[in-house]
């Protein structure tokens, strides 16, 4: 059984959002880089535990992206990736990395992928989506379970309001999010195994470019709070009434 | 021409989609064209109110087969769809259906796709749709260049302008193509208003102390028709279910209101409910950042004020 998971950097969560560059670029000057939650908490830990219930299993990452992705992806080795890719790219666009990933997932006929649901930098959700139509494959969205019997997956997804069990049968593309497992910390066994386990680089194969991010803006500043006394919450009830005309 | 894919569960509209029909009846009038829709399996709703959304032919592929989701199957009916009625702007709600068929109709049709817009698009110079990013705590616009473009319009994002008019519904007809993925259960929470699509959402942070005190929180929602919702850490100690967790890592709501109980107002809690349109903050510190995001506020102990907040909207209401 191999599953390919695909692995992003984004901006730490506190990260100060700025641009520069007219408003074209992030500001990147100070930023810590991490693997995005859902890729590393949720994708990449239910994927070894998959390999701890079968030492059958063989966990391979993928990351498009610089070598400014290197400290990340050994993280996730050290977290518990067998081996990983990186094509070597700027992340140009969603269909552009969707098919640098999908390139790597052909080559090595993986049973599993497994994507977060969507980065916390871009919020495209649309990456597993793009695979799976590139591969031809089901795709189950934001999962929050997948257990395995045999070739087949058991998967519950979100829906609005609830949840929704599917079967379907290997291979697969899933995005997960929270409820699929639970974040952890690598050890210093794992941090000083994945030193040397196999990083292999590869040039980015052609692919389209069908958007581009023109400029970015900053949400307008609130005008401040408007405190009312804990004596009267009665006046904060009206306000919302009659002036916010909220409820 | 711009299509709209309807989204429907248990043979109703979700209420998302007349959000983004309207977006695509706007779209088209910026555009000098007209907005049509599909909509796949059996509706009990009447399809000729789109009309009231500036939709003026629904095509309808009534397949009670199509009640039960399948990404690869949808992505292929609207893509005929898309070719069938010539449409090149292509416009989603951004719902769980969206999230699992634009991506793959983007590669299938070629399409630039713009998921989270929150706005109208720009067409003055191309053909740019201002889209949430960084988890709501900046935007961007994103030029699409293809001859396609698919838009999947955010939650209460956008204002819906109802107009005069009836839609003509048509049958689309196409083969019909088998499923690769059964669906074994559906589990939907009852009783309550779903988070997403609540106009008003009261949650609660660590400051309550413990899920024993939940009451004051259902209470309030309750009379405010609202959805609750609660702070990362709170659903990690179990005192509310997952599904309830906003922020960065969790649901990204924009609801009309907000109230936010003991909640400290963390970045990553911020993040997935800054868009929402009134913030309300209770909070026994002055100093607690929430308060630099909100619209109106209460420094106060929960336990006291939060009695008194129900008191004044029971009476407001004028229940006894
Ligand atoms: C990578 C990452 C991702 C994260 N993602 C999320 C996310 O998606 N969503 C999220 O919510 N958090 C997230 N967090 C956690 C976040 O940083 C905060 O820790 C969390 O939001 C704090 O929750 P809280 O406000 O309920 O609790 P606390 O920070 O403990 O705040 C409790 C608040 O209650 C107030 N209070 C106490 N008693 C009372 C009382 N009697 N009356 C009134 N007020 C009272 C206190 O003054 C305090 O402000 C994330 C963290 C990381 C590192």
New binding site residues.
Partial sequence: MKILVCISKTPD?TAKIAFTDNNTKFATDGIQWIIN?YDEWYALVRAIELKEADAGVTIHLVNVGTAESEPIIRKALALGGDAAFRVNTLEEDSYFVAAQIAAIAREGAYDIVFTGKETIDYNGSSIGGMVAELLDLPYISHAVKFDLSGNTATVVREIEGGEETDQVSLPIVVSCQKGMAEQRIPNMKGIMGARTKPLTVSEPVTADILTRVASFDLPPAKAGVKLVSAEHPEELIRLLHEEAKAI | MNLVFIDQAEGHIKKASFEAASYAAQTAALMGTTAEAIVLGTVSDDLTALGRYGITKVHTVADANLNEFDAQVYTQLIAEAVKATGADVLVFANTTTAKAVAPRLSVKLKAGLVSGAVALPDISNGFTVKKSVFSGKAFANIAVTTAIRIIAVNLNAFTIQEVEGSATVVPFTVQPISSKVKVSGVDKITGEVPLGEADIVVSG???LKGPENWGLVTELAGLLNAATAC????ADIHWRPHHE??????LAIAPNLYIAI???G?I??LA?VNRSKTIVV????PE?PFFKAADYGIVG???EVVPKMIDAVKKMKGIA
Avoid: Y
């Fill in positions: 969560t939650p | 942070g660590r400051g702070s990362r850490p709170v967790h906003v922020g960065q890592t969790g003991g909640i400290s963390a990553q809690h997935g209770i909070n026994k510190d607690a102990d929960a336990f």
